[in-house]
């Protein structure tokens, strides 16, 4: 987004809102409820939450405290970001609606990729050009779907359906290769290529895993600055 903008954002802002996403996470991992029929497809994240949950919960309270203070002193809009997020959160994972968002297959992929380009976009003062802010949101969309395979077995339990269980690994690297080709037409011809170079690996379903996902951006931006 630096790149784009050509600005570079804050530090303390950046910080804050890294300890508001600590926050968040932290919180949505301690108040999801885990049913016996889940327990034996829990993963090491959530057996970690189940035996410091009182930890998580009080480290997420701290953190939203920080946060808002930190915001609101650099800029009285992001004083309501934190509110915003938590808001949000309790719609994805609370049926304070009809039913939680992550609930809705198609959606759920979606609410994550653009919730996440939107905090950025905030933290620009929402000067990020739509079309760039457009593409983030897709990269982060079809990076959730993929985030969404290794937790098959896990939601399945909670009986949760997700879009990556209802697709079979072709349809899924074809429906995310797609977002990403579109996103690379809004971005910066060297992000463009590093993002669709970095991506072919899903094609062999073993790069399909959270490490993977988590590092490439790193080798994104690393390809953009040699180029």
């Known amino acids: 987004m630096e790149l784009i903008v050509r600005e570079q954002v804050n530090w303390f802002i950046a910080l804050c809102a890294g300890i508001l996403a600590v926050s968040i996470y932290a919180f949505h991992r301690a108040s999801i409820s885990v049913g016996e029929g889940a327990c034996d497809r829990l993963q090491r994240r959530h057996h970690i939450v189940l035996q410091h949950k009182t930890t998580c919960i009080k480290l997420s309270v701290i953190a939203f405290v ?38 809705i297959p198609l959606l759920k992929p979606l609410i994550v990729g653009f919730g996440i380009a939107l905090f950025g976009f905030c933290l620009f003062a929402f000067e990020l050009p739509l ?20 937790d098959i077995p896990f939601d399945t339990a909670c009986g949760c ?17 797609s977002m990403y080709a579109v996103s690379a037409v809004f971005l910066p011809i060297t992000i463009g290529v590093g993002v669709i170079a970095l991506s072919i690996p899903f094609f062999w379903q073993r790069f399909v895993n959270r490490t993977y996902i988590d590092i490439r951006p790193v080798f994104i931006l690393l390809l953009a600055w040699l180029l």
Do not use: Q
């Open 161 to 177: 359906t997700t879009l990556a269980s209802t697709l079979s690994h072709r349809m899924r690297v074809i429906v995310v290769m």
């Open 66 to 103: 920080c946060a808002v203070v930190g915001l609101a002193s650099e800029d009285a809009a992001l004083g309501l970001l934190p509110l915003a997020g938590f808001a949000g959160i309790l719609l994805y994972g609370k049926p304070i609606l009809v039913a939680p968002l992550r609930s």
């Open 131 to 150: 079309p760039a802010f457009i593409a983030f949101g897709l990269i982060c969309s079809a990076d959730a779907l993929l985030c969404d395979v290794e």
